[in-house]
């Protein structure tokens, strides 16, 4: 079955009108950009996928990462496309110029990013990895570090890994125990760490790790944690590379994303790994939460990419499958006609419509959380990068969790769509609803999301996070309020934030009290509550731009193109957005029962 893994249009159509990428261009970090410059870039990247990528998407999967004579082996390409990464400018395209990169925004990065994924959802990890840990080291590590590891990390020559969990903490980081003691040079490391993703894999000469590790004598805690380079190899004064006893110990076999390697790598078993302080001693989950929006953001891209392209796949298939009969007007089948195609068939109908509103949506969020990125650290006014850092606080948990867990059930349906083939190895579909499982637990599992947007976000600063969000979405009712064909859309969505305010109202009150156990108690139920209404505002958005353009007489697009987006719209208004009416029920609900003393409720 032949399909297009990504629908270019789309994309194009959100970045540059929806999501106004002039003005993230406008900014003076950005001055050597323009529409054109920026779609070079993006349609190189998808030649580039289509080539590199693409075609090994499948072979990867049935050929999967694995643990040999210590170390990991994984497909050829991994190594080609670090290299061939490098050289386009896609792992250092955030950086400076400085420091060997091409200044681009966040927003644009992303949308790169994004073409890969929908590509291939495996390789791009390896270099998405690499970026972050070189953000680290250029952020808040100081020169000497920042000369030895960056540019080689940035060509694709070393890969890098980012090592925060450990066998017996798990998400809990106040529990790590690998060590760090001071020596003459730099700092002796030992401890182990699990699910690191990209830690170890031939095709790289070397794979430079930021490790979060207590020095000897601090804090118990979060408060006495440190963050460390700590590389596979290390230099020697005659610029020699010789192992720093860092160890892989195997190869963690997954259900997905098997191309995708993911490691349990030991330090220091010979007494003999090196490490080197990133900034201040005992600021290293500060240093690593700080770059923790791009990457729960680079999570819910992936996440939406796996999601549109498992869409462009059943769309396809659906497309070319021929299967019963349309019913006539006496409601029956009249066999003596052609079969018609599935696409024809009104339930097969709606669930490519669901596949399409939470694909296209969670692009949308992803790209403007991506833009709110960027404005926060580049806007000429200080008051207003204050404000759009409040907007990315309030979205990132929320980019984080909507595609992840939406998309788990967009590619479901899409899988249904194929019917009894959908099951099958033969065609894709049941391998994107592998590749997608993992998405709800990377960086930070769905109940984490929720527990910050709800008991962190929502009550931050007086609530001005959750005032500037509902702000914007207000901004969008009116507007949509001035078009008959969306005026009812507005009210609905007026309705919904007006039932936002009442659920908080029942629920903000267990918080003054202190009873916080109650208050986070459905904070997953809420973060699913909100996530669906914030989509919900975005569709509005995504119509109005439609709308606008078809009554301006504007031929950017086709006529159907914008159509189908003010269709969309409407699907999710009808079929999505009255969820929140049972969500709501379940949050303002007396009743409490997963907040118990003991356990005997399972017994």
Known sequence: MAYQYIDMETLKFLLYRVHDLQ?????????????????????????FSDKELFPFFREMDATPAHYKDGEIVVHPQVGKYMKKAGEMGLIGALFDYDAGGLQMPNVVVSAA??????????????????????????????????????????????????????????????????AAEPTTDGYSISGQKIFISGGDYQAAENIVHLVLARIKGAPAGTKGISLFVVPKKRRTSNGDLVSNDVNTLGDFQKMG????????????????????????????LTYMFMMMNSARIGVGRGAAAITMAAYQASLAYAKERPQGRSLTSTGKKDVSQEQTLIINHPDVKRM?????????????????TSKYLDLSTTHSDAEERKKYLLLLEMLTPIVKTYPSEMGFVSVSNGLQVLGGYGFCNDFVLQQYFRDIRIFPIYEGTTGIQSLDLLGRKVP??????????????????????????????????????????????????FAHKGDYERFLSDATVFMEF??????????????????????????????????????????????????????????????????????????
């Open 460 to 509: 931050m600063d007086n609530g001005e996070g959750l005032k500037l969000l509902s702000a914007e979405i207000m901004k969008t009712i009116e507007e949509a309020s001035g078009h008959n064909t969306l005026a009812a859309y507005a009210q609905q969505l007026g309705n919904k934030l007006e039932l936002t305010q009442q659920v908080l109202q029942f629920l903000m009150p």
């Open 352 to 368: 490519l419509m669901f596949q399409k509103v939470v694909s296209e949506g969670a692009l949308s969020l992803v790209l403007l």
């Open 257 to 284: 994303q098997k191309g995708y390697c993911t490691t349990h790598l030991s330090f220091g078993d010979k007494n003999d790994c090196k490490g080197w302080l990133v900034g201040e001693a005992n600021q290293g």
């Open 530 to 603: 909100f996530g669906n209404i914030v989509v919900g505002w975005l569709w509005l958005d995504m119509a109005i731009q439609a709308q606008t353009a078809m009554v301006a007489g504007e031929t950017d697009y086709t006529p159907d193109f914008y159509n189908s987006k003010i269709h969309a719209m409407k699907f999710y208004f009808k079929y999505e957005l009255p969820k929140t009416t049972a969500l709501a029920e379940v949050l303002m609900n007396k009743e409490v029962l997963t907040v118990a003393a003991d356990n005997k409720m399972f017994t």
């Open 23 to 47: 003005s993230v261009l406008d900014q003076e970090r950005y001055t050597d950009y323009d529409e054109a410059s920026v779609n070079l870039f993006l349609n190189a990247t998808k030649d």
């Open 113 to 178: 990013a994004y073409i890969q994924e929908t590509a291939n959802n495996h390789l791009p990890g390896y270099a998405g990895l690499t970026l972050g840990a070189a953000e680290l080291i250029v952020h808040f590590g100081d020169a000497r570090l920042n000369e030895t590891y960056v540019p080689k990390m940035l060509t694709g020559d070393w890969g890098g890994t980012m090592c925060l969990t450990e066998p017996q903490a798990g998400s809990s980081l106040s529990d790590i125990v690998t």
